[in-house]
């Protein structure tokens, strides 16, 4: 029997980028996403026993991409309830090696304890504190150590301001080949959520901070491009990805 997995894979890249390419699915997508998210549907999702607050979409495209690129530290900003940190640490933990550090400003008790209570604590560090403070990103360092693989995940305070200087500050963590994912970046597309209001919206939101950092950094807009060729956009995240480092970095 032939072996056909290659030309699957790339059967599914075609179809991939045809959909996403499609009008009429981009328009009924984001029709669906509206009309959802009154309902408050990526709230509905749990990663091994604890609330994850991503679409479904993006929870399938990040194990990808740690299952492809094997990173050995996870930085993680926003903890929330712990259902991401613990889904990064699940990925890390069928790799067979590497830490989930995560950092959020506020991390209520209730929740620490979700996480450290969890099976998977172990490849967890919770750091409470500011993400874009100074002793927050020492602390970063350490943390790292000699890794020699290490993703971003930047899904902490959605305002432009706080986003872009998140970017600016986290880039030098991401080594060659791994990625910085931001997430959120639909909000752009979506009206105000007046049901769950928030200080960032149309206008003011990670997508915004994303395209005046690719704006000021061309090489790296170049290399998100070609990241999306090889792969649709998850939902939450239209042009939200970034491949990494410089070859530099």
């Known amino acids: 029997m032939t072996d056909d997995r290659d030309e699957f894979q790339a059967q599914s890249r075609s179809k991939a980028l045809a959909m996403g390419a499609d009008p009429e699915i981009q328009r009924l997508d984001r029709e669906l996403t509206i009309v959802s998210d009154e309902h408050d549907y990526s709230y509905m999702w749990n990663w091994l026993g604890l609330p994850i607050i991503q679409m479904p979409a993006d929870i399938v495209v990040t194990q990808e991409i740690i299952w492809q690129n094997r990173p050995q530290v996870i930085i993680e900003t926003g903890v929330a309830r712990g259902g991401s940190v613990v889904l990064h640490a699940s990925m890390l933990q069928l790799i067979g090696e590497g830490q989930v550090v ?22 967890v560090t919770l750091i409470e504190g500011s993400s874009v403070e100074a002793d927050v990103l020492d602390q970063l360092e350490a943390a790292i150590g000699d890794a020699e693989r290490v993703m971003v995940v930047l899904d902490s305070n ?62 790296a807009a170049q290399k998100l491009e070609a990241a999306l060729r090889e792969k649709f956009v998850p939902e939450e995240m239209p042009r939200g990805e970034a491949d990494g480092a410089d070859d530099d970095a």
Request: cysteine-free; hydrophobic content about 35%; charged content about 25%.
């Open 102 to 123: 995560a950092v959020d400003i506020d991390i209520r008790p209730h929740n620490r304890a979700a996480v450290e209570e969890h099976p998977l604590a172990h490849r």
């Open 158 to 219: 959605h305002t432009h301001e706080h986003v872009l200087a998140e970017i600016e500050l986290y880039t030098r963590f991401v080594t060659p080949g791994q990625f910085m994912i931001v997430a959120d970046t639909l909000v752009e597309d979506l009206p105000y959520q007046e049901h769950r209001p928030r200080p960032w919206g149309p206008g003011d939101n990670p997508k915004t901070a994303v395209d005046q950092y690719l704006k000021e950094n061309p090489a």
